[in-house]
């Protein structure tokens, strides 16, 4: 049993992310049934909840997202940093050069103050211009959190003219709905939001320490331990459910930050394939063989999978599909949400709810 630390869980909400599961999910695991030293894998880490609750527990661990949002959000979870760094590294940035380009157009007009889109654009080309210093990839993972979201009437809290806070809001959609309200951008005090949340999220920080790739787990070179002995004895993961394709686009104002083009991106790059139940199964075996690799004998390896309603394939079928003849036997498989408990994953996914599949939690070992 090992021993959590109160306050180091607030880390947790930095920024929202599509198909998060609960923190609670792979903390229950790892404080039950991990041993010190073990080392964790997730080699589809999103926003880094299985990292995080490694590292309250100062296990190590491993983070592989292909989405460049997902692997900012964890990254920013690892660091060893504190809010006067943060915000001491904020202040310079402010306090430096213009942005050489600030994004143009009608949607950028509505959706942020022009103050507030300078400062934000000031932010972005620092991140992508300097190497990233721990203080750094906190600050970058608190403005994906801060980027957009609901105006707040005591206190702003989001960067943002009104909107969506998990997803980023389409450009003519958004137009047309600050149009139709007169609802102007606001200015936003960068710097009080931004301290607001360092303050929140960075105060205690856990002393555990992880690593985060942006990589395409399909890839064996993705998953390498740092070191040829440091083997990963638990994979506590939850791959995109077959047809959840559209992380990128519906991110896309936080990829913009992270540095992808001002518009909507529709590629799907690095991303397990969605074209039929079988291409898919295929991908995510490769990236169960690619971890069985690098785990020791006796690894567990968890995956919380489901489905989403619009595609007819069986969740579970896919799953057991995936793991045969992967190098992983599976040992148990237990039903996670269920509909009524509102908490499913694909919930959070989709804007129309529409009729729920279970959730399992598959168990394997090595
Ligand atoms: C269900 S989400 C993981 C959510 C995570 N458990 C959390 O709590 O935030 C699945 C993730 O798999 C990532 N992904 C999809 N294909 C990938 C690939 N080939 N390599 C690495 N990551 C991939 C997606 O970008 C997405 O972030």
Redesign the pocket.
């Known amino acids: 049993m090992l021993t959590q630390f109160n306050g180091q869980a607030a880390l947790n909400g930095l920024c929202p992310?599509?198909?998060?599961?609960p923190l609670d999910f792979p903390l229950a695991i790892l404080g039950k049934r991990a041993s010190q030293g073990d080392r964790v894998l997730?080699?589809?880490?999103?926003?880094?909840?299985?990292n995080l609750a490694a590292r309250i527990f100062g296990l190590p661990s491993l983070g592989?997202?292909?989405?460049p949002v997902?692997a900012a959000i964890t990254a920013a979870k690892l660091v060893e940093t504190s809010v006067p760094e943060i915000m001491r590294e904020l202040r310079s940035i402010l306090a430096g050069p213009p942005p050489r380009l600030i994004p143009e157009g009608e949607f950028w007009e509505w959706a942020f103050h022009r103050d507030t889109l300078d400062a934000i654009c000031r932010l972005r080309e620092a991140f992508l211009a300097d190497g990233p210093t721990e203080a750094r990839l906190a600050l970058r993972g608190i403005i994906l959190g801060a980027l957009h979201g609901p105006q707040q009437k005591a206190f702003p809290g989001y960067l943002s003219n009104q909107s969506p806070r998990t997803y980023a809001p389409k450009p003519a959609y958004s137009i047309k709905y600050w149009r139709e309200r007169g609802e102007r951008p606001r200015f936003v005090d960068t710097k009080a939001v931004i301290e607001r949340r360092a303050k929140r999220y960075f105060s205690a920080v856990p002393t555990g320490v992880g690593q985060c790739r942006l990589?395409?787990?399909?890839q064996q070179e993705s998953m390498q331990p740092e070191a040829p002995g440091a083997k990963f004895r638990w994979i506590i993961?939850?791959?995109?459910?077959y047809g959840?394709r559209t992380?990128r686009p519906d991110q896309w104002l936080r990829n913009w930050f992270v540095g992808g083009p001002a518009a909507v991106d529709y590629t799907n790059m690095?991303?397990?394939v969605h074209s039929s139940p079988e291409a898919f199964a295929a991908?995510l075996a490769t990236?169960w063989r690619n971890a069985a690799r690098v785990c020791t004998s006796d690894a567990r390896m968890v995956i919380r999978f489901g489905g989403i309603s619009d595609r007819k394939a069986s969740p579970l079928d896919i799953i057991k599909s995936s793991l045969s003849g992967s190098g992983w036997r599976i040992r148990t498989i237990i039903q996670a949400g269920t509909a009524a408990s509102g908490k499913r994953?694909a919930d959070a996914f989709l804007r129309r709810r529409t009729k729920p599949l279970a959730e399992y939690d598959v168990w394997a070992v090595n």
């Open positions: 992310y599509f198909t998060m599961f997730d080699p589809f880490c999103g926003r880094g909840t299985t592989i997202d292909s989405n997902a990589a395409d787990s399909r993961t939850s791959p995109p459910y959840m992380y690095d991303q397990v991908d990236v994953q």
